[in-house]
């Protein structure tokens, strides 16, 4: 199993990115899907998932600000980020559980097995 995180950049604050995951190795769309990020020196930190029907969840510091998609025909999950902010800057990781769940929506690390290489996002003021 592979995921493929790819779409960051370097952006002025303000505005917007979109990030894609794509997998591999086996469909993935009866599993929720996540996306955490990593800034320098501090933890990682839970962005968003999504769950198998479309529904997701957001952390505090992106809500209304992120948006997560998925595309199951494609294997894929994407981050929409507008009115980027200098803080958003990280590296991006989309993830995925080791089992589909139809129930549970995993926001933390330890709920995920299967991680992409990250994409990095800059922002800039």
């Known amino acids: 199993v592979q995921l493929q995180a790819s779409g960051g950049g370097l952006v002025q604050a303000g505005g917007s990115l979109r990030l894609s995951c794509t997998a591999s190795?086996?469909?993935?769309?009866?599993?929720?899907m996540g996306w955490f990020r990593q800034a320098p020196g501090k933890e990682r930190e839970f962005v968003g998932t999504i769950n198998w029907n479309g529904d997701s969840t957001y952390g505090d510091a992106v809500k209304g600000r992120f948006t997560i998609s998925r595309d199951d025909a494609k294997n894929a999950v994407y981050l929409q980020m507008n009115s980027l902010k200098p803080e958003d800057t990280a590296v991006y990781f989309c993830?995925?559980?080791?089992?589909?769940?139809?129930?549970?929506?995993?926001?933390?690390?330890?709920?995920?097995?299967?991680w992409g290489q990250g994409t990095e996002v800059t922002v800039s003021s």
């Open positions: 993830a995925a559980p080791s089992h589909p769940s139809l129930v549970v929506v995993p926001t933390t690390e330890d709920e995920y097995k299967f």
């Open positions: 190795g086996r469909s993935f769309s009866s599993y929720p």
